[in-house]
């Protein structure tokens, strides 16, 4: 089954490369897959219906409790037989539905086979959180695949659904863990077998609904569904009708048997599903859009579901399954034909004249089958479900309301699948030339609906089979009733209901004039939804004015405050300062102590900017040389280096500022001796803190064991061997928090300033004034060699040219890039390590550009900062993969070593491409920063000449 | 002047200096150190993506260069005296003054080395170097009057010409002292 779900997702990632070359047979290709699922769904079939199952899991993160976990059971099978079924025959008529030039045809492949992956994992899961993701990643497919034309329109709909399935998909995340709090595991197969009980498990239940309910656009979430249908037709088919929108059914499909009996439960489901089921039903006979009249019979019929499953009775269940089957295959079915109706008349509008039934008389065929298995007509497998769904309503203890409105809901089905065949086919071809044209691929086009729809038909014919598999399901419910799906049962009351369901449906035909005119006022949930979005950006919009009034000094304070106030009170009250305190290992440490202070002391005290910024540089060079003295070179090297980095950073940050802090009269908004008060309690807290901190100690240190495994782990500098190899996976987060943070402020800083004034960059220009410079030359300066000492002959962004500047790059650069690999690769033995290499390297770069301006940069980085960080991060991560697959922990290391004849002994520790992954992220970092502050810098000169 | 050197080998000298360093940040002559620091040198000089150094045209005369460095030794501890001198005794805000120089060699890096060794000295600065017309701007510090600019621009020429003479070409070093004679 792992391997199934790879195939999908490594299929999905390939095809877009191959679908250049391939064109539309890509979706050929990529059908492979599905294709691959509903063989082996057959092949399991028989051991699920004697009500087994196949189980495959993988040891995610065991300790954590997080298995991969795998079930296949008779419900997933007759998911699996949906999805992988209907994606086949999707995929293969998207291969002639789509024209050979269609944009983004690789993409479209690769996204919808990444959906029937999602999906099918979805019904595989056997874990909460597992499903979650499954869950998600449909949505994700979902919007990409509905904003595939990039239109204003597509945009909105894949947004809007985006919005609905992923926000009250939030809420079922909360009642997924509550309900694996609850229970103690997040296995769904344990959680089944002894389902909790309690509070918290009705509020979790009540929260799955409502993800469920948006996923399967139920009332009030179903807005989305009709808005999707600007999506290709086929995607509509596959996702909006026979697969994603049927995810929430299945949700409530897999939990009913353990939490049907919750109180909250079948109120809320039946109340829903049958609003649902009514409403859906009702606009449908208003529609006028063959896509939308579809979207809003699917609305309808996942109502149904929801009042099938949600029941917890086995006749309903079994109901259930059918009309489930059932509904992917007709829907699918409708939409396929849908397709080709809009592909040769040009139009999904439906207005009964397209005569459509003579031209294309196969493709009228399934569709009539189609519309009939949805209407419920027999011998379809629509039937057979409509009927098992009457008979699970009329049995005492069920109101019957619940079956008033089943029979109401499955009249408007009928009436709109009249209205669907009328509307798209119906007619005299007045409009349309006499002689038709001969349509090019209608084989191609009209077997995948014929297929599905003649599925319907088989399937009803052998209502038995279906039996098998839907009562290997239904079963778990405890139920005295022997109900077996048929197509005859004798003349019982659901036969009758059955008849007056069909003819009062086809009544309504005749009378459509009047439903359409008539003033029946349902919401529109669209509406809802714009609403929402508008009260929402007006809430956020009144909230940030009152909470972010956009002053530094404001925020700062108000964090510190908080920070004083709340622990520092704690500590103060709580703390116990150590019986015995020694004041230093040696006076040197007093005489940094008293030059940390006074520079700190000053930077409060200075009126300039300027000033500030290199007394805050002394401040940190002293903690440095405070390192050092300690005995930790490693921390004194790297807090060297982002000094030095931060002077730079504040060098160009001050070239927008005023030079002094306050201007005459200006008043701060902090006073300046509060300011000065907090900065000193704060101060005090934090030595206070780590004192407290350190001397707390309650069990032996965790670091107490790291001296031995350092030889184990192939090195001797243990600060290194902590930040890659002991705790690799923190220093991972730490630095794909470091490398978002980077580039998110980066991106804001480049887009506010794109677009501002000309800039003084243009090399043509600085060309251009070079010669002429040249020309005001002296004749024994213009004789003297013009040496060029950096790549790129133009100007730096801060002031003019300097020659002695450049000249000291140029010999500086190379060496210190030396110096980095040195830090790189010595790190583990000794002091360095990929951090203080990269900042090295991004030292180096920081020289060229203050020497050499952007250009220079661009000459010695021709590449993105962000690929280089991302390149880095993958290394990095990558790392993780080795130690994993090979059946021992995530970022497992390994020491290689080995003799050679010359170089002598060479050892290798793997752990040192984690430390390369670090080392090209700094170095993205300070590329980044540069490129950022730098291109503002350079828009800010531009502007001010 | 020699004929231009061609491709690779104008490196050279840079790629030794290079394996120099990785040698002594290593400290170990093992044969795996400098062979990884042949490759590690050429990879920094091909990511560094720099114009090609300029061919060396000097010669090292080792006495002269014992000399310079005699010289710059003691001026940096008789500055480092003057200067500290200066915050002691007057404290506060002194004068600076921005002292133009000529300057005879023509290397740049005799150039390079001449201004990096003044701007060594505590309170000289090599502020910007004007090559087309042959002057290299410093800035001293404590100037007050117009006998110590004289002293500042006879300093910057002394540490030129012995600069020159440590590792000058002989072109250069003709031209210093020819002009020596003349005085």
């Known amino acids: 089954?792992?391997?199934?779900?790879?195939?999908?997702?490594?299929?999905?990632?390939?095809?877009?490369?191959?679908?250049?070359?391939?064109?539309?047979?890509?979706?050929?290709?990529?059908?492979?897959?599905?294709?691959?699922?509903?063989v082996w769904a057959g092949?399991?079939?028989?051991?699920?219906?004697?009500?087994?199952?196949?189980?495959?899991?993988?040891?995610?993160?065991?300790?954590?409790?997080?298995?991969?976990?795998?079930?296949?059971?008779?419900?997933?099978?007759?998911?699996?037989?949906?999805?992988?079924?209907?994606?086949?025959?999707?995929?293969?008529?998207?291969?002639?539905?789509?024209?050979?030039?269609?944009?983004?045809l690789g993409r479209m492949a690769g996204l919808l086979v990444a959906f029937a992956g999602a999906m099918l994992g979805l019904v595989l899961a056997d874990h909460l959180l597992a499903l979650y993701v499954f869950w998600e990643l449909t949505t994700v497919c979902s919007f990409l695949l509905i904003g595939h034309?990039?239109?204003?329109?597509?945009?909105?709909?894949?947004?809007?659904?985006?919005?609905?399935?992923?926000?009250?998909?939030?809420?079922?995340?909360?009642?997924?863990?509550?309900?694996?709090?609850a229970a103690d595991t997040y296995r769904i197969s344990a959680l089944l077998a002894e389902p909790p009980e309690g509070g918290p498990v009705s509020v979790a239940v009540v929260l799955i609904l409502l993800g469920a309910f948006a996923k399967s656009a139920q009332v009030p979430f179903h807005g989305w569904l009709p808005a999707a249908m600007v999506a290709p037709t086929p995607v509509s088919a596959y996702l909006h009708a026979a697969a994603m929108v049927q995810a929430g059914v299945y949700l409530v499909a897999r939990l009913a048997p353990a939490f049907a009996d919750v109180?909250?439960?079948?109120?809320?489901?039946?109340?829903?599903?049958?609003?649902?089921?009514?409403?859906?039903?009702?606009?449908?006979?208003?529609?006028?859009?063959?896509?939308?009249?579809?979207?809003?019979?699917?609305?309808?019929?996942?109502?149904?579901?929801?009042?099938?499953?949600?029941?917890?009775?086995?006749?309903?269940?079994?109901?259930?399954?059918?009309?489930?089957?059932?509904?992917?295959?007709?829907?699918?079915?409708?939409?396929?034909?849908?397709?080709?109706?809009?592909?040769?008349?040009?139009?999904?509008?439906?207005?009964?004249?397209?005569?459509?039934?003579?031209?294309?008389?196969?493709?009228?065929?399934?569709?009539?089958?189609?519309?009939?298995?949805?209407?419920?007509?027999?011998?379809?497998?629509?039937?057979?479900?409509?009927?098992?769904?009457?008979?699970?309503?009329?049995?005492?203890?069920?109101?019957?309301?619940?079956?008033?409105?089943?029979?109401?809901?499955?009249?408007?089905?009928?009436?709109?699948?009249?209205?669907?065949?009328?509307?798209?086919?119906?007619?005299?071809?007045?409009?349309?030339?006499?002689?038709?044209?001969?349509?090019?691929?209608?084989?191609?086009?009209?077997?995948?609906a014929a297929t599905l729809a003649l599925a319907s038909l088989g399937l009803g014919l052998l209502p038995g089979e279906v039996h098998v598999l839907a009562a290997a399901y239904a079963d778990v419910f405890a139920g005295g009733e022997e109900y077996h799906l048929a197509l005859w049962s004798g003349w019982t009351p659901a036969f009758l209901l059955s008849a007056v369901t069909i003819a009062a449906g086809l009544a309504l035909h005749p009378l459509r004039q009047w439903i359409e005119g008539a003033v029946v006022r349902v919401p529109d949930a669209g509406a809802v939804y714009r609403a929402t979005l508008r009260g929402l950006d007006l809430a956020a919009v009144t909230v940030t004015r009152r909470i972010q009034v956009g002053s530094l000094p404001v925020y700062l304070t108000v964090i510190l405050t908080t920070l004083v106030a709340t622990p520092g009170v704690a500590l103060v009250s709580h703390g116990a300062l150590p019986s015995t305190l020694r004041l230093w290992d040696t006076p040197v440490q007093l005489m940094l102590g008293l030059l940390i202070l006074t520079a700190s002391a000053g930077v409060a005290v200075a009126r300039r900017r300027f000033t500030a910024v290199l007394l805050l540089g002394a401040a940190g060079y002293g903690v440095a040389a405070l390192f050092v003295v300690h005995?930790?070179?490693?921390?004194?090297?790297?807090?060297?280096?982002?000094?030095?980095?931060?002077?730079?950073?504040?060098?160009?940050?001050?070239?927008?500022?005023?030079?002094?802090?306050?201007?005459?009269?200006?008043?701060?908004?902090?006073?300046?001796?509060?300011?000065?008060?907090?900065?000193?309690?704060?101060?005090?807290f934090v030595g206070g803190f780590f004192l407290l901190a350190a001397t707390a100690r309650r069990w032996p240190s965790v670091s107490a064991g790291y001296l031995d495994r350092a030889r184990e782990a192939g090195g001797t500098n243990i600060v290194n061997l902590i930040l890659v190899d002991f705790r690799a996976l923190d220093t991972l987060g730490e630095v794909s928090v470091l490398a978002v943070a980077a580039t998110g402020v980066a991106s804001l800083v480049l887009v506010a300033w794109r677009g501002v004034g000309g800039g003084d960059g243009d090399p043509a220009m600085t060309e251009e004034s070079e010669k002429r410079r040249r020309r005001r030359l002296t004749p024994r300066a213009r004789e003297a060699p013009r040496r060029r000492w950096l790549a790129a002959p133009y100007g730096p962004p801060l002031g003019p040219r300097s020659v002695l500047l450049e000249a000291a790059t140029r010999i500086v650069v190379p060496t210190a890039l030396v110096l980095s690999a040195y830090l790189l690769l010595a790190g583990h033995e000794r002091t360095g390590g990929g951090f203080a290499g990269g900042l090295v390297a991004g030292m180096a770069f920081v020289l060229r550009y203050v020497a050499g301006g952007r250009y220079e940069l661009t000459a010695a980085a021709p590449v993105r900062p962000?690929?280089?960080?991302?390149?880095?991060?993958?290394?990095?991560?990558?790392?993780?993969?080795?130690?994993?697959?090979?059946?021992?922990?995530?970022?497992?290391?390994?020491?290689?070593?080995?003799?050679?004849?010359?170089?002598?002994?060479?050892?290798?520790?793997?752990?040192?491409?984690?430390?390369?992954?670090?080392?090209?992220?700094?170095?993205?970092?300070?590329?980044?920063?540069?490129?950022?502050?730098?291109?503002?810098?350079?828009?800010e000169g531009g502007l001010a000449q | 002047m020699r004929p231009n050197k061609t491709g690779a080998l104008a490196w050279l000298p840079e790629l030794c200096w290079l394996v120099v360093v990785w040698v002594l940040l290593w400290g170990s002559v093992s044969p795996l150190v400098p062979l990884?620091?042949?490759?590690?040198?050429?990879?920094?000089?091909?990511?560094?993506?720099?114009?090609?150094p300029a061919p060396l045209t000097g010669r090292l005369r080792p006495v002269r260069l014992l000399v310079y460095v005699g010289d710059l030794v003691g001026e940096l501890f008789s500055s480092a005296v003057q200067v500290s001198w200066q915050a002691i005794r007057y404290g506060g805000p002194a004068g600076g003054a921005l002292v133009s120089v000529p300057i005879r060699a023509h290397s740049g890096g005799l150039l390079l080395v001449t201004a990096n060794s003044v701007s060594l000295t505590p309170g000289n600065v090599a502020v910007e170097l004007d090559r087309e017309n042959g002057r290299l701007f410093v800035h001293g510090f404590p100037i007050r009057s117009e006998r110590e600019v004289e002293d500042l621009r006879r300093f910057v020429v002394r540490i030129e010409a012995r600069v020159i003479r440590a590792v000058g070409s002989p072109q250069d070093l003709r031209a210093i002292e020819q002009e020596e004679k003349r005085r």
């Open chain 1, 1 to 38: 089954m792992l391997v199934l779900l790879l195939s999908h997702f490594g299929l999905a990632a390939s095809v877009p490369f191959v679908a250049r070359r391939l064109g539309r047979a890509t979706f050929v290709l990529a059908a492979a897959a599905p294709a691959a699922a509903l």
């Open chain 1, 43 to 104: 092949f399991r079939l028989a051991e699920v219906v004697s009500g087994g199952s196949v189980t495959a899991s993988l040891a995610w993160a065991p300790q954590l409790g997080l298995w991969f976990a795998l079930r296949f059971d008779a419900l997933a099978s007759a998911m699996v037989a949906l999805v992988a079924g209907v994606g086949v025959v999707v995929l293969v008529y998207c291969s002639r539905y789509f024209e050979r030039d269609e944009p983004g």
């Open chain 1, 149 to 181: 034309r990039r239109d204003e329109e597509s945009r909105h709909a894949a947004v809007h659904a985006l919005l609905v399935t992923t926000g009250l998909g939030l809420f079922m995340l909360v009642g997924l863990v509550l309900l694996g709090q």
């Open chain 1, 263 to 448: 109180a909250a439960w079948r109120p809320l489901v039946l109340s829903v599903g049958l609003v649902t089921m009514l409403q859906g039903g009702w606009r449908a006979l208003r529609e006028d859009d063959l896509k939308r009249l579809l979207a809003l019979g699917t609305v309808s019929q996942l109502g149904l579901l929801m009042v099938l499953f949600g029941a917890g009775s086995r006749t309903a269940a079994l109901a259930g399954v059918a009309v489930l089957l059932a509904h992917g295959l007709f829907k699918a079915a409708l939409f396929l034909t849908a397709g080709v109706a809009d592909r040769q008349t040009g139009t999904t509008r439906l207005d009964g004249s397209t005569g459509l039934w003579r031209r294309m008389p196969g493709l009228f065929g399934a569709a009539v089958l189609a519309a009939a298995s949805m209407a419920g007509l027999p011998p379809l497998l629509g039937y057979v479900g409509k009927e098992a769904a009457y008979e699970a309503f009329l049995h005492e203890g069920v109101p019957a309301l619940v079956l008033a409105g089943i029979v109401a809901g499955s009249i408007l089905t009928v009436g709109y699948s009249v209205r669907y065949l009328w509307g798209a086919f119906g007619g005299k071809p007045h409009t349309l030339t006499a002689a038709p044209v001969p349509l090019p691929r209608v084989l191609g086009l009209v077997a995948p």
């Open chain 1, 631 to 684: 005995g930790a070179p490693d921390l004194a090297l790297a807090q060297f280096l982002v000094e030095t980095l931060l002077l730079v950073v504040f060098l160009f940050v001050l070239r927008r500022l005023p030079p002094r802090f306050l201007e005459a009269r200006q008043r701060p908004p902090v006073s300046h001796a509060g300011a000065a008060a907090l900065a000193g309690l704060l101060g005090v």
């Open chain 1, 866 to 939: 962000a690929s280089v960080i991302g390149l880095g991060l993958f290394v990095a991560a990558g790392m993780a993969v080795p130690g994993w697959v090979g059946g021992g922990e995530i970022f497992a290391g390994t020491v290689l070593e080995a003799t050679l004849p010359v170089l002598g002994h060479v050892k290798l520790v793997t752990s040192f491409f984690f430390d390369l992954g670090i080392y090209l992220v700094v170095v993205g970092l300070v590329l980044e920063i540069l490129t950022a502050l730098g291109a503002q810098v350079e828009e």
């Open chain 2, 36 to 52: 990884t620091g042949i490759a590690i040198a050429a990879a920094a000089l091909w990511t560094a993506r720099l114009p090609r």
